[in-house]
Nanobody, 116 residues
Framework: QVHLIESGGGLVQVGGSLRLSCAAS????????MGWFRQAPGKEREFLASISWSGGGSYYEDSVKGRFTISRDNARNTVYLQMSSLKAEDTGVYYC?????????WGQGTQNAVSS
């Protein structure tokens, strides 16, 4: 079982940038598809981005395309989410996700607030 810990969240102004990190420990990181999700206040958790094990394939939810970039460093067992041109609606708790076959793990989440 992979254990995930997110970091890098905080308060930023509209138009600003943040980089989130998700460090994996425990079971091997190998083969896992990694993703980022967000839960805004009063809303359900939504998919933002995912990246394949090799890093060669990534997918984005339409509202973050061109603003967010997901990447991973398998040597460091870490996945990142670089966020720019942040909007007020990007406020929420950001969760890291690891998925491989029937195994799925979540981090505890990190809070981001975008103020106008």
């Amino acid at each position: 079982q992979v254990h995930l810990i997110e970091s890098g969240g905080g308060l930023v102004q509209v138009g600003g940038s943040l980089r989130l990190s998700c460090a994996a420990s425990g079971s091997t990181f190998s083969g896992y598809i990694m993703g980022w999700f967000r839960q805004a206040p009063g809303k359900e958790r939504e998919f933002l981005a995912s990246i394949s094990w090799s890093g060669g394939g990534s997918y984005y939810e339409d509202s973050v395309k061109g603003r967010f970039t997901i990447s991973r460093d398998n040597a460091r067992n870490t996945v990142y989410l670089q966020m720019s041109s942040l909007k007020a609606e990007d406020t929420g708790v950001y969760y890291c996700n690891a998925h491989l076959d029937d195994n799925e793990c979540w981090g505890q989440g990190t809070q981001n607030a975008v103020s106008s």
